[in-house]
């Protein structure tokens, strides 16, 4: 996948326009597998965060519902999901979750997937 710049002072690291295609790839790539394709929703960045910008996973979010709606994909809504409990949840300044958020979102993945192996 193209357009990938690395910068770890918070600046953006794919330009839209260029994730819209790479998702778009992806999907295009996966669904030649034939298995079920569950999107999950990125997690917020909090401030401080080294190499992200806090609030682009709403942005980018919005570009990848819409992808996944087009593509008729499952999505799992993991943004909403951790964001009432964040604080608890995530490591401050960092993308990253504690031990216990990382179950917490586990949980959550793991219904979707039961989800969509029951259909």
């Not at 979010?61 to 604080?87: C, F, K, W």
Request: aromatic share 4%.
């Amino acid at each position: 996948m193209k357009g990938n710049k690395l910068d770890l002072n918070g600046k953006q690291v794919t330009e839209t326009a260029q994730y819209r295609k790479n998702l778009v790839e992806l999907i295009t790539r996966l669904k030649k597998t034939k298995a079920t394709i569950i999107w999950c929703m990125t997690t917020p960045v909090p401030e401080g965060s080294n190499g992200r910008k806090h609030g682009d996973a709403a942005h980018y979010n919005t570009i990848a519902r819409g992808v996944m709606i087009q593509h008729d994909i499952m999505i799992n809504e993991l943004h909403r999901y951790i964001s009432p409990t964040l604080e608890q949840h995530q490591r401050p300044a960092n993308v990253h979750f504690t031990p216990e958020g990382s179950k917490h979102l586990a949980k959550n993945v793991a219904k979707h997937i039961n989800k969509a192996l029951n259909k």
